[in-house]
């Protein structure tokens, strides 16, 4: 009853231990009810702040949560996927809860609004990156959401230094390498917090709503992206999308 984009059908099949919460639905095989309370406690506050941030309530009745044997990590149409690994280290570090924070954002930023093609990816992967590390900063406080940008920024340097940077509007995705991820993924959140920097989260974060209000159930490019934040600040960006987005390097801090 709400457009989705195809390749975020999907299932996951095991003969689970099944929580049903409001509308939350866990799974894990080998987990106890109690273990998977604990592992996605903080599930209803992610979608809580998502739904903030986004400006548009969760779009399903029910989000589901499944531990399984081997994922590093995959969001579907209502559905997160993650590892049994990752269950158990949220189990000996409840702080340790990224990942899923990473896949909730999904829901809105990569299934309700998806890239147009795969060149504009870091609309998917880059807002989801950053909306996970703007979860910690309101769960954890700004330190946790620092060092988050500063493992962005190590990662990214690492990728540029070795010689393999490129634009975010990605020149072809037919072969990604780990690098080729950093790019979209890590380098993509760099982007969006240096525009958080410039505009400052008063003016941020009500151009985020409207974006993703505007574009809710359909597909995105980033020329429209940057129209979108351009009609929301009243700011001409193309000198910020020329320096940070389109480039290569990104200019150094």
Same mark, same amino acid.
């Given at each position: 009853?709400?457009?989705?984009?195809?390749?975020? &059908?999907?299932?996951?099949? +095991?003969?689970?231990?099944?929580?049903?919460?409001? *509308?939350? /639905?866990?799974?894990? @095989?080998?987990?106890?009810?109690?273990?998977?309370? *604990?592992?996605?406690?903080?599930?209803?506050?992610?979608?809580?702040? &998502?739904?903030?941030?986004?400006?548009?309530?969760?779009?399903?009745?029910? $989000?589901?949560?499944?531990?399984?044997? *081997?994922?590093?990590?995959? %969001?579907?149409?209502?559905?997160?996927?993650?590892?049994?690994? $990752?269950? /158990?280290?949220?189990?000996?570090?409840?702080?340790? #809860?990224?990942?899923? +924070?990473?896949?909730?954002?999904?829901?809105?930023?990569?299934?309700?609004?998806?890239?147009?093609?795969?060149?504009?990816?870091?609309?998917? %992967?880059?807002?989801?990156? &950053?909306?996970?590390?703007?979860?910690?900063?309101?769960? &954890?406080? /700004?330190?946790? =959401?620092? /060092?988050? #940008?500063?493992?962005?920024?190590? %990662?990214?340097?690492?990728? *540029?230094?070795?010689?393999?940077d490129k634009p975010l509007v990605f020149? @072809?995705?037919?072969?990604?390498?780990?690098? @080729?991820?950093? #790019?979209? $993924?890590?380098?993509?959140?760099?982007?969006?917090? %240096?525009?958080?920097?410039?505009?400052?989260?008063?003016?941020?974060?009500?151009? #985020?709503?409207? $974006?993703?209000?505007?574009?809710?159930?359909?597909?995105?490019?980033?020329?429209?992206?940057?129209?979108?934040?351009?009609?929301?600040?009243?700011?001409?960006?193309?000198?910020?999308?020329?320096?940070?987005? =389109?480039?290569?390097?990104?200019?150094?801090?």
């Amino acid at each position: 009853d709400a457009p989705a984009p195809t390749y975020t &059908f999907g299932f996951a099949a +095991a003969p689970f231990t099944v929580v049903t919460s409001g *509308r939350l /639905r866990l799974l894990g @095989d080998g987990f106890s009810a109690a273990e998977l309370r *604990r592992v996605f406690a903080d599930t209803e506050g992610m979608l809580h702040f &998502f739904e903030q941030r986004a400006g548009v309530p969760f779009p399903h009745a029910t $989000y589901t949560q499944a531990l399984v044997a *081997r994922t590093v990590g995959q %969001e579907m149409s209502g559905l997160s996927l993650l590892s049994e690994a $990752y269950g /158990r280290g949220v189990l000996s570090d409840p702080a340790a #809860i990224t990942l899923a +924070a990473h896949e909730a954002a999904h829901q809105w930023w990569g299934n309700l609004v998806t890239c147009e093609d795969w060149t504009h990816f870091w609309l998917n %992967e880059g807002m989801a990156t &950053f909306m996970a590390a703007a979860y910690l900063e309101t769960r &954890f406080g /700004r330190a946790a =959401y620092d /060092r988050a #940008i500063a493992g962005f920024r190590t %990662e990214y340097a690492r990728v *540029r230094d070795a010689g393999g940077d490129k634009p975010l509007v990605f020149p @072809d995705w037919n072969r990604p390498t780990a690098d @080729d991820r950093t #790019i979209v $993924y890590q380098k993509g959140a760099l982007v969006l917090h %240096e525009l958080r920097t410039l505009l400052g989260d008063a003016v941020f974060w009500p151009a #985020i709503r409207a $974006y993703t209000r505007g574009a809710a159930g359909h597909s995105v490019t980033t020329p429209a992206f940057q129209r979108a934040l351009e009609a929301a600040t009243g700011r001409d960006l193309s000198d910020f999308f020329d320096r940070w987005v =389109y480039a290569r390097p990104m200019p150094a801090r």
